[in-house]
């Protein structure tokens, strides 16, 4: 039988509301979803200055879109994973964990000076800010009455949905703080840090158990299904990157405007065919593994298969809207 959280609510109370801790959990984590969400959109505004600033070739899109795609793919990545760990350490230990990471994350980016530090700084970035939404709503399930779950949970929703909305808005507002100094999207970054640090506070503070006590599930981590959706996911990414140059001409195109040839668009074949096989892998694997990374069977509920072809929509709005 699972052991009860400290913060959780009895049955026999069916009608009280949540304690002071359980409060203060939620807020705290809250603020740390839109945080995260925040800064998956933020890159909208941020993204031309930097590639003024570090000195990038305007034409190459290409590889600009990196600085997207490596929050992305490591913000999905993550979230299965770290979902999972929280169930075996705790949720505080976990938030602390994905708090520490987001705030390396934000140093590491606004310290950046070349495009493949950043790309790498934004992927360790999206590994801490993936993992703050399943801890937000598994947090939930620990300290909110059965009761007040639905309610919570969009709460959660909320507060991811307005963070990737206003990104934008927020780094526009940066870029034109006079204070800012010469390369602005920087600050975007290091106001992260005192944010995440006063997140990790709380999270000790008003979860100095967790919100869950560590080995209360039998569920392992699905190890191998987790890297076949991350290979995939790069290697779709990676061919789609670079599939543009294929039937281009020489003066055509973004070469036209002084772009650079694409190091892997002679690759565009082994790529999508190696996506293909990562992709099949995990439907393979999925079907047999006892703690799926993606449960399949969700994808036969026509709510849930629904719900996915929505995001799957907003999605690429979202990607077009930030690099375009």
């Known amino acids: 039988m699972m052991n009860r959280s400290p ?17 203060g959990a939620f807020a705290i984590v809250l603020a740390a979803v839109f945080l995260g969400a925040v800064d998956l959109t933020v890159i909208a505004s941020l993204l031309p200055r930097m590639i003024v600033d570090l000195g990038l070739n305007t034409a190459d899109v290409d590889r600009h879109i ?3 795609n490596a929050y992305l793919i490591a913000y999905l990545v993550s979230i299965p994973i770290v979902g999972r760990l929280s169930d075996r350490v705790g949720r505080s230990a976990a938030l602390q964990m994905s708090l520490s990471v987001f705030v390396l994350g934000s140093i590491l980016c606004a310290m950046a000076d ?32 059965p009761r007040q779950r639905t309610a919570s949970l969009g709460l959660v929703a909320a507060a991811d949905t ?8 927020w780094g526009a507002l940066i870029v034109a703080l006079p204070v800012a100094g010469d390369q602005p999207w920087r600050l975007a970054f290091w106001i992260n840090v005192p944010l995440g640090l006063l997140a990790i506070v709380g999270v000790r503070l008003f979860l100095p ?42 003066d055509g ?28 892998l995990l439907l393979w694997w999925e079907g047999r593994v006892r703690d799926p990374v ?31």
């Open 114 to 145: 070349s495009l493949a530090g950043l790309i790498i700084a934004r992927a360790i970035q999206g590994a801490g800010g993936g993992a703050l939404l399943p801890l937000a709503m598994a947090l939930v399930g620990d300290v909110m009455s």
């Open 209 to 250: 158990r967790g919100g869950m006590v560590a080995g209360v599930t039998g569920g392992g981590i699905d190890l191998l299904g987790t890297l076949l959706v991350a290979t995939g996911l790069t290697l779709v990414s990676l061919a789609l990157s670079s599939g543009g140059e294929i039937g281009g001409a020489l």
């Open 253 to 280: 195109g973004t070469r036209a405007f002084g772009g650079s040839p694409n190091p892997f668009a002679d690759y565009l074949v082994p790529l999508l065919s190696g996506a293909v096989v990562a992709l099949a």
């Open 7 to 23: 913060l959780s609510h009895p049955s026999d109370r069916p009608r009280s509301g949540p304690d002071a801790p359980a409060r």
């Open 66 to 68: 990196w600085i997207v």
């Open 294 to 324: 993606v449960p399949l069977h969700l994808f036969r509920m026509p709510a849930f298969a629904g719900s996915m072809a929505a995001n799957f929509i907003v999605g690429v709005t979202i990607v077009v809207a930030m690099v375009n």
């Open 162 to 169: 307005v963070g990737w909305a206003t990104g934008p808005i």
